[in-house]
């Protein structure tokens, strides 16, 4: 009871900061009131109401606030964006209700998961296909081959072969502790050779396309879930010095990763050129200062993608690094909830998945508010549920339905 009374405060509060973001950009219209950010908001409330009323009435044993969570930070997302450019921001609308959709009918028609575990082969196949195709279909988009276009449609690939390689090795690893417990070290490494093999060919692919933040991230994902499946840490240190000697490799190989690193060294040597998305952006956060210019006071659009990669920065300079802060908290308190989902799973396969998932959302927003911020390498992906991208906000709201769809279980969440 206690649980579902902090559910409706917490609604109420996302409602609130709905009201109030699209208050502020009606009244800060150019020539006059704009009429279409009390509509849009409006649409917003209305949507994650009806989200909340079906997974809450229907389904009441899940865990509610990875829905919440998740619903505040498309908020936030969708009213910078509306800031910055208002016919994305409807785009950005219309891909927010298709996500919601995705993450209903994910919890309404999908039985149980763990009956998906025997498809390791067929997630394998989808695995290798997607990676491979940016290298095949792709033309360069900022210095990578990631964005694909087929019948009148973009979208990046490797967006959705993030899903199929978490299912691939939650698959592929859910039998390792039990089925290899006694047996003898060599027999326990052949068992993961398969997957190593996958990983690195995939790895491989994110290299040739020269998409480091995929690769950084797929990195991420697969120890992770390689670590909770064998509970081995040497294991994790011989992925390390892999991953470093690759790293190393491609830096001799490829003049785009040594300029990328480059510019991370010294970011103002460059900034009239190459280095121009990085200066640009530690600029705009740094103008911001703890409370931000206001909305539509600042120069956001000075930094360029701001729309997608460098939104953190547009968030930061007219909100302030507090609401920075209050994002990273965010994205912490999902990563949370989605972490208790595999403590109370009941088999393998689908507490390999929930670990995989959370993973992924987590370790995307590490790299890219690292990146903008100047603290790694800058990689071109996206922050989820903020930034503008269709292929992201399907993917995540695709994961986070996986994720609900664990919880509901039977456990009851407090």
């Not at 909100?319 to 109370?344: K, Q, S, T």
Request: proline share 3%.
């Amino acid at each position: 009871m206690e649980s579902i009374k902090e559910e409706k405060k917490l609604l109420r509060y996302t409602y609130l900061l709905c009201i109030v973001l699209f208050l502020n950009l009606f009244l800060i219209g150019k020539d006059s009131f704009d009429k279409g950010a009390i509509i849009m908001g409006v649409i917003i409330c209305l949507i994650f109401a009806y989200s909340h009323f079906i997974i809450r009435r229907f389904f009441p044993d899940g865990d509610k606030y990875i829905l919440l969570f998740s619903n505040v930070l498309a908020v936030i997302g969708m009213g910078i964006l509306y800031r910055l450019d208002s016919p994305t921001a409807l785009k950005q609308l219309i891909w927010y209700t298709v996500g919601i959709a995705v993450f209903i009918l994910v919890v309404v028609l999908f039985p149980s998961l763990k009956k998906f575990g025997k498809y390791k082969y067929v997630y394998m196949v989808c695995t290798l296909v997607l990676m491979s195709l940016g290298s095949i279909l792709a033309n360069p988009t900022y210095g990578s081959r990631n964005w694909v276009s087929l019948a009148g449609f973009t979208f990046q690939p490797t967006e959705f072969a993030k899903l199929s390689l978490v299912a691939y090795l939650a698959a592929a690893l859910q039998y390792y502790g039990k089925d290899f417990q006694g047996k003898s070290e060599l027999a326990r490494f052949k068992a993961l050779l398969e997957p190593g093999i996958v990983v690195m060919v995939s790895l491989g692919f994110m290299v040739i396309q020269k998409d480091l933040g995929s690769a950084l991230l797929f990195f991420a994902i697969s120890v992770t879930m390689l670590y909770i499946a064998t509970s081995n840490f040497k294991y994790v240190l011989l992925c390390l010095v892999l991953f470093i000697m690759g790293a190393f490799i491609s830096y001799k190989l490829f003049g785009h990763v040594r300029l990328r690193f480059m510019i991370w060294g010294n970011p103002w040597k460059y900034g009239n050129n190459e280095g121009l998305q990085i200066v640009q952006s530690l600029i705009s956060i740094a103008s911001g200062h703890l409370f931000g210019t206001g909305l539509g006071l600042g120069y956001p659009k000075m930094v360029p993608v701001v729309n997608s990669d460098f939104i953190f920065a547009a968030i930061c300079e007219e909100m302030g690094l507090l609401m920075g802060f209050a994002i990273l908290i965010l994205f912490f308190l999902l990563f949370y909830r989605c972490m208790r989902v595999p403590v109370y799973s009941k088999d393998n396969f689908t507490r390999l998945l929930a670990v995989g998932y959370s993973t992924m959302i987590a370790a995307q927003v590490l790299v890219i508010v690292g990146g903008v911020v100047g603290a790694i390498p800058l990689t071109g992906i996206t922050l989820p549920l903020v930034s503008y991208g269709g292929s992201s906000m399907i993917i995540t709201f695709f994961s986070l339905g996986i994720l609900q769809k664990i919880s509901e279980d039977g456990q009851s969440y407090e």
